[in-house]
């Protein structure tokens, strides 16, 4: 039986636009881009060029610090740009997809029989190893670092994310081995929802099963980290999303790697909310083509992402590898209101109940409608405990943002940023009073933090 962890803090936002239960086939002859920054800590060196024709799971890139980690085409097909910003830094690599799907070919293996270093090399060959994170600083993991243990998280609380066990289905076999493979590299931990019922979750093999209750941020795994056994300083443990642990059972089980996943179309401003089954890094746009409302578009915010972690983005991006859905809410620069913030504002979603708005968060059953507007501008930061009632970690987290801020690395370590991620700010962001860019301020600081310590 696995152990259940109540949650008493965090929240979470009712929005419209929920996808349904049904499942849409999106084309994949389309284009289809690696883009390095989804990859953190990672210097891409390109190895393809222009008009090169690959393979799915041929490489189209390397770390140049760490040349085993590969990250490969998810299409066959030609690769048409290799687009540059600044410095020559590589923004892109896009592969025209030829509609095929050839794939390279790897032999099917039986987990059981295999070294830790076979399953670690299986891995990397495969190009699967970029997306396997670690704590601390929330980067790409190194595959030479020993880790202490190994964190999945099957289920994502963030607003409109997809349930995975819609995406589980048809694929628990996968999904098992993944596990078993990766509980041979280090002790695995599986965090679960006490929602969920399939048998692959609630009886999964070869893990310590852990059984979440309670709001957002429940689903992120930096909490369940926090809950199970919390990262300390000179520790490394490694976070992968279950998706991609279905794709390391299939290279495993099949000797094939299926780039396709299944995400979340989903936003008020989406005309049939659904689950849609993509290819990794397809073009934004090949992805809604059908599903934007039809009118005001151009007063429509798309976001690369879910509503609290993802980022602003057009229909010729391209989806972001560690991304499960494409929301797309309103942008709200056409809204005009009579007297503005002195209305009582009953329609307006609020945690506070200096708003009247809170009143109906009593009964509202059928979601908010939010649009993308900030409401405000950044001023000082007030220590009103505001953070802490939406943090579900046994950290500081008002006392931990001051130290980032002033950029005090002896406070930053004593207030615990190494089990810390950008994503587990979101919340705290979204609720702050001060518009404070909390994210951006983690992902500066870890950045920092891992900078001193080279």
Same mark, same amino acid.
């Given at each position: 039986?696995?152990?259940?962890?109540?949650?008493?803090?965090?929240?979470?936002?009712?929005?419209?636009?929920?996808?349904? @239960?049904?499942?849409?086939? $999106?084309?994949?002859?389309?284009?289809?881009?690696?883009?390095?920054?989804?990859?953190?800590?990672?210097?891409?060196?390109?190895?393809?060029?222009?008009?090169?024709?690959?393979?799915? #799971?041929?490489?189209?890139?390397?770390?140049?610090?760490?040349?085993?980690?590969?990250?490969?085409?998810?299409?066959?097909?030609?690769?048409?740009?290799?687009?540059?910003?600044?410095?020559?830094?590589?923004?892109?690599?896009? $592969?025209?997809?030829? #509609?095929?799907?050839? @794939?390279?070919?790897?032999?099917?293996?039986?987990?059981? /029989?295999?070294?830790?270093?076979?399953?670690? @090399?299986?891995?990397?060959?495969?190009?699967?190893?970029?997306?396997?994170?670690?704590?601390?600083?929330?980067?790409?993991?190194?595959?030479?670092?020993?880790?202490?243990?190994?964190? $999945?998280?099957?289920?994502?609380?963030?607003?409109?994310?997809?349930?995975?066990?819609?995406?589980?289905?048809?694929?628990?076999?996968?999904?098992?081995?993944?596990?078993?493979?990766?509980?041979?590299?280090?002790?695995?931990?599986? #965090?679960?929802?006490?929602?969920?019922?399939?048998?692959?979750?609630?009886?999964?093999?070869? $893990?310590?099963?852990?059984?979440?209750?309670?709001?957002?941020?429940?689903?992120?795994?930096?909490?369940?980290?926090?809950?199970?056994?919390?990262?300390?300083?000179?520790?490394?443990?490694?976070?992968?999303?279950?998706?991609?642990?279905?794709?390391?059972?299939?290279?495993?089980?099949?000797?094939?790697?299926?780039? /396709?996943?299944?995400?979340?179309?989903?936003?008020?401003?989406? /005309?049939?909310? /659904?689950?849609?089954?993509?290819?990794?890094?397809?073009?934004? #746009?090949?992805?809604?083509?059908?599903?934007?409302?039809?009118?005001?578009?151009?007063?429509?915010?798309?976001?690369?992402?879910?509503?609290?972690?993802?980022?602003?983005?057009?229909?010729?991006?391209?989806?972001?590898?560690?991304?499960?859905?494409?929301?797309?809410?309103?942008?709200?620069?056409?809204?005009?209101?009579?007297?503005?913030?002195?209305?009582?504002?009953?329609?307006?979603?609020?945690?506070?109940?200096?708003?009247?708005?809170?009143?109906?968060?009593?009964?509202?059953?059928?979601?908010?409608?939010?649009?993308?507007?900030?409401?405000?501008?950044?001023?000082?930061?007030?220590? @009103?405990?505001?953070?802490?009632?939406?943090?579900?970690?046994?950290?500081?987290?008002?006392?931990?943002?001051?130290?980032?801020?002033?950029?005090?690395?002896?406070?930053?370590?004593?207030?615990?940023?190494?089990?810390?991620?950008?994503?587990?700010?979101?919340?705290?962001?979204?609720?702050?009073?001060?518009?404070?860019?909390?994210?951006?301020?983690?992902?500066?600081?870890?950045?920092?933090?891992?900078?001193?310590?080279?």
């Amino acid at each position: 039986m696995s152990e259940i962890i109540r949650l008493r803090k965090g929240l979470d936002i009712n929005l419209k636009g929920a996808p349904a @239960s049904d499942i849409v086939s $999106v084309q994949n002859d389309g284009l289809f881009a690696l883009v390095p920054d989804n990859f953190t800590g990672v210097v891409p060196k390109v190895v393809v060029k222009e008009n090169d024709h690959v393979l799915a #799971g041929q490489v189209l890139f390397l770390d140049k610090n760490v040349p085993e980690i590969k990250f490969v085409s998810p299409v066959s097909g030609q690769v048409v740009a290799i687009n540059r910003g600044a410095r020559r830094k590589v923004l892109s690599v896009v $592969v025209k997809s030829d #509609g095929k799907q050839e @794939s390279v070919k790897f032999a099917a293996k039986s987990v059981q /029989s295999l070294t830790v270093q076979d399953i670690l @090399s299986s891995i990397l060959e495969a190009g699967l190893f970029a997306f396997v994170r670690q704590r601390p600083y929330d980067i790409i993991a190194n595959p030479n670092d020993a880790p202490r243990e190994i964190f $999945v998280s099957a289920f994502d609380s963030n607003p409109l994310a997809p349930d995975f066990e819609t995406v589980l289905k048809g694929h628990e076999l996968e999904f098992q081995i993944g596990l078993s493979a990766l509980s041979k590299i280090a002790r695995t931990n599986l #965090g679960i929802s006490w929602k969920q019922t399939s048998q692959a979750l609630t009886a999964a093999k070869n $893990v310590d099963i852990y059984t979440f209750r309670g709001a957002h941020p429940a689903g992120n795994v930096g909490v369940q980290i926090n809950h199970i056994n919390p990262v300390n300083k000179g520790e490394v443990v490694w976070t992968i999303a279950p998706q991609h642990v279905i794709m390391i059972g299939s290279l495993f089980n099949n000797g094939s790697v299926d780039f /396709s996943q299944i995400i979340s179309v989903a936003g008020s401003c989406i /005309s049939k909310p /659904s689950y849609a089954k993509v290819i990794m890094g397809a073009q934004l #746009g090949s992805i809604v083509k059908d599903s934007l409302a039809l009118t005001g578009k151009e007063h429509i915010r798309l976001i690369n992402g879910n509503v609290l972690t993802g980022s602003k983005a057009n229909t010729e991006d391209f989806l972001n590898v560690f991304a499960n859905c494409v929301t797309a809410i309103p942008e709200g620069d056409d809204v005009n209101e009579f007297m503005g913030w002195i209305m009582p504002r009953f329609k307006m979603f609020s945690t506070s109940r200096a708003s009247m708005g809170w009143l109906k968060g009593l009964f509202c059953k059928k979601g908010y409608d939010i649009d993308a507007r900030v409401k405000g501008s950044e001023r000082h930061m007030i220590m @009103s405990g505001e953070y802490d009632r939406v943090f579900p970690m046994d950290i500081y987290p008002e006392y931990l943002v001051k130290a980032m801020i002033t950029g005090n690395i002896d406070k930053m370590e004593a207030y615990g940023i190494y089990e810390v991620a950008p994503e587990d700010f979101a919340l705290c962001e979204f609720v702050d009073s001060s518009k404070l860019e909390l994210q951006r301020i983690v992902r500066e600081s870890l950045d920092k933090l891992r900078a001193e310590m080279a």
